[in-house]
Structure formats: C-alpha cells, structure tokens
C-alpha cells in the first residue's frame, strides 16, 4: 500500500469505529425510552450469537473418523456444565478452551 492508501485506510476504520460508537447515543437520546425491539434484541442476540458459535465450531466435526469428536464433545460438555454451575461466560469459554487444547495435544 502506499502512503495515501494506508492513511485513507485508517481514517476509514477510525471513522467506522466512532460512527459505531457514537451513532447509539445520538439515536437514542437519554430523555427517550429505549424502543422494545432494541430491547428484544439484546435479550435474544447474545444466545443466537452463542448458538452460531457452537454451530461453526463443530462444523467440521468428522465423528466417522481420528477421534470421532470427542474432544470437542467433552469440551461442549464441560462449557455446558461449568455455565449451568457458575453462570459465567467467560469461565466457560476459558475452561472448554483449555480442555479442548489439552484433549488435543496430550489425549487424541
């Protein structure tokens, strides 16, 4: 890239990341109540987000094959089990992260 293209460049995602930033607090202001469909949607995207987390990692499971998925099943179950105990979200991800990694390069 050139000079003009990587400043360009960089403007543009210092642009984005304020427009996305800032937009919210000028289209909802403060003496407004925050419409019901913004609401429902951050009552129902973090779970859909996590749904398609789970969906796009065990997408290219091969249970016919090596390990037939168990680590990632065993890991699946351990995020599964330490959210319904802790109900911490990072606490999960960290632990069937870690499980996994071990699974894979001290196990299968």
Same mark, same amino acid.
């Given at each position: 890239?050139?000079? &003009? ?9 210092? !642009? ?13 202001? &403060? ?13 129902? =995207? &973090? ?5 398609? =987390?789970?969906?796009? *990692? !065990?997408?290219? @499971?091969?249970? /016919? ?5 168990? &680590? ?9 089990? !330490?959210? /319904?105990?802790?109900?911490?979200? /990072? =606490? ?5 992260? @870690? *499980? ?6 001290? @196990?299968?």
């Amino acid at each position: 890239m050139t000079l &003009p293209q990587q400043i360009l460049t960089i403007a543009m995602v210092v !642009l984005g990341t304020m427009l996305t930033r800032f937009l919210p607090f000028l289209i909802f202001s &403060p003496g407004r109540s925050t419409p019901r469909y913004i609401r429902y949607l951050g009552k129902v =995207l &973090p779970a859909a987000v996590f749904g398609m =987390l789970v969906l796009y *990692c !065990l997408r290219n @499971v091969n249970l /016919l094959g090596g390990s037939h998925g168990l &680590p990632e099943f065993i890991s699946l179950a351990l995020v599964t089990g !330490l959210h /319904l105990w802790k109900h911490q979200m /990072l =606490l999960s991800i960290a632990g069937g992260t @870690v *499980c996994y990694m071990l699974l894979v390069q001290l @196990v299968f």
